[in-house]
């Protein structure tokens, strides 16, 4: 069974770079027909596609997120990365990394970390 | 991008009730909508897929339908355990979009 685990810093200063890992276990991320993503949860609110990669680094991303994202992958350590840069207070949320099958949606996801954006 | 909007935003009910939740989409998608389940503190559950797909080991009782620009979730007799916030979502363009999200809540 796949697992998905989210690991980086909880809180990070206005103004500078989020960096999230995910780390697979149960499956391999150089796996074909498979995309990984990341999505956010602000406290309270609803949730959000930040952008999804594929074995290969080919990358599809929320366009509302501008050219503040960056999402990479490594298939040689089964994980894949998240950077978000100049961050401000409504990047705070709740960060998830989750496995897409080809055709399909989210069916597995990391318990997902909070990141806050504070000075 | 694709806008889905889910209503109602909370949805108050009892054990037994027949519950039905809905998102429209800004404009016609094919099936690939899914539902998800999320309790508080945990990340979400998938549901449903491709509009009406059950997910392995996701008890009968969920249903989903629709096409279009209109899709629902119902939830045929409310069990105590599924008392949680549900999210539609739409992956059918290479733009993912998410509803609001609908609290149900003990009546």
């Known amino acids: 069974q796949v697992q998905l685990q989210e690991s980086g810093p909880g809180l990070v200063k206005p103004s500078e770079t989020l960096s999230l890992t995910c780390s697979v276990s149960?499956?391999?991320?150089?796996?074909?027909?498979?995309?990984w993503g990341w999505i956010r949860q602000p406290p309270g609110k609803g949730l959000e596609w930040i952008g999804s990669v594929y074995k290969s680094g080919t990358t599809y991303h929320n366009l509302s997120l501008k050219s503040r994202v960056t999402i990479s992958i490594d298939n040689s350590k089964n994980h894949f990365s998240l950077r978000l840069t100049s961050v401000t207070a409504a990047d705070t949320a709740v960060y998830f990394c989750a496995r897409t099958p080809w055709g399909r949606p989210f069916d597995s996801w990391g318990r997902g970390t909070l990141v806050t954006v504070s000075s | 991008d694709i806008q889905m909007t889910q209503s109602p935003s909370t949805l108050a009910a009892s054990v037994g009730d027949r519950v039905t939740i809905t998102c429209r989409a800004s404009?016609?998608?094919?099936?690939?909508v899914a539902w998800y389940q999320q309790r508080p503190g945990q990340a979400p559950n998938l549901l449903i897929y491709k509009a009406s797909v059950l997910e392995t080991g996701v008890p009968s009782r969920f249903s989903g339908s629709g096409s279009g620009t209109e899709f629902t979730l119902t939830i045929s007799s409310l069990q105590p355990d599924d008392f949680a916030t549900y999210h539609c979502q739409q992956y059918n363009t290479n733009w993912w979009t998410f509803g609001q999200g609908t609290k149900v809540e003990i009546k």
């Open positions: 149960g499956a391999s991320t150089d796996t074909s027909r498979t995309f």
């Open positions: 404009q016609r998608i094919d099936t690939g």
